[in-house]
């Protein structure tokens, strides 16, 4: 069946998700980025990455559709590679990751907490160049406490950790005498983080291991990036596992899956090469630029890390991109 582009009233929007199961929806996503690209070359308009947004839910409706495309490019690797093995882990104590790591080991003596132990090492490797800087931490998910104790114990004196939770019941956890905030409210109320920044930030380092649903993390994101995250701080997302629970659906509310929208950050990364030519990053000719017109957010994104379960994501204001030929 061909693939049609309709028109985008709610109606056709229904009726052309639907033919397009038949199509390839990686395809349509594609296409649906080069469409916001030319919107905003067009327009020149800031809100252009909310027309992604918006082309990506009027496109592909389910994340089915999508998580479909993305799992037949499995077959683009070698059959070597996706020859079915098996794969080993004790059962019993000592765990490499705890033992091995500065995190892991101060976990194990905190009670309350439960967390994959492969974290231990990225806490370790990407957050150890905050400890002792009397840094500002900011963790959507209280539950008991157990990582707000981690984080006040790792990070060391003067370091202000704040949690933020939607149950009432977190508050118990708050300890002002230790420098442990808490504070009660929904990752989705942008106006609600917006004031926990006002309060307590801007942060250095923001950990998002609230409820694991893919627009929450998706919003939270949104609401905290530019205006919660210092420069040279990092935005961490915990719990991808959750967009992939064969028993099910209650993580994947949205049309992608959130681990596909920090992977779209790649594409943000390295928006402003669709709109140039390589010429015009060429500093020893006379055709090179000096100014390039891009999304706000690319010009902050670094480095965008994915771990097992998790994503990494370190803002630093960028130079342009440049080209020298000697
Ligand atoms: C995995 S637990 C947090 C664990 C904690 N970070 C630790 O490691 O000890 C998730 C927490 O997210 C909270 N939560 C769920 N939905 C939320 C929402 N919409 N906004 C804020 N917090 C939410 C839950 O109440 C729960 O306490």
């Known amino acids: 069946m061909a693939c049609r582009r309709g028109a985008r009233s709610a109606a056709g929007l229904r009726s052309t998700t639907s033919r397009w199961n038949a199509c390839d929806p990686m395809s349509e996503l594609r296409h649906s980025v080069r469409h916001a690209t030319r919107a905003r070359r067009d327009s020149h308009d800031k809100s252009a990455l ?10 592909i409706s389910t994340y089915r559709e999508s998580t479909m495309a993305l799992k037949s490019s499995y077959n683009m690797l070698s059959p070597d590679m996706l020859r079915k093995t098996t794969w080993k882990g004790s059962k019993t104590p000592p765990f490499e990751n705890i033992e091995n790591t500065t995190s892991g080991k101060m976990w194990s003596s905190i009670p309350g907490g439960h967390k994959w132990l492969g974290y231990f090492p990225v806490y370790d490797r990407e957050f150890s160049r905050f400890r002792g800087k009397r840094p500002r931490v900011l ?29 009432p019941q977190c508050s118990k956890s708050d300890n002002p005498g230790s420098n442990i905030h808490v ?11 917006q004031s926990i920044v006002e309060k307590y930030g801007p942060f250095d380092l923001i950990i998002d291991d609230g409820s694991h649903v893919a627009s929450h993390q998706i919003a939270s994101f949104n609401a905290l990036f530019m205006t919660g995250l210092k420069n ?14 064969s028993n099910t ?21 390295n928006s402003v090469f669709e709109d140039y030519t390589y010429q015009d990053f060429q500093v020893h000719r006379p055709t090179g630029l000096t100014e390039y017109s891009v999304f706000d957010i690319a010009k902050s994104l670094s480095n965008i890390k994915f771990a097992r379960g998790v994503v990494v994501i370190e803002k630093m204001e960028q130079e342009p991109p440049r080209v020298l030929h000697l």
């Open 139 to 167: 963790e959507i998910g209280v539950y008991r406490g157990a990582s707000l104790r981690l984080w006040s114990r790792f990070f060391g004196v003067g370091a202000r950790i704040v949690g933020v939770d939607v149950n």
């Open 183 to 193: 504070e009660i409210g929904d990752q989705r109320d942008a106006a609600f983080l």
């Open 249 to 269: 659906d209650d993580y994947r509310d949205a049309p992608v899956t959130s681990t596909d929208f920090f992977k779209m950050l790649i594409d943000v990364q």
């Open 232 to 245: 040279n701080g990092i935005y961490f997302v915990e719990d991808f596992e959750c967009m992939y629970w």
């Open 50 to 59: 909310g027309v992604w947004h918006a082309s990506c839910m009027v496109q």
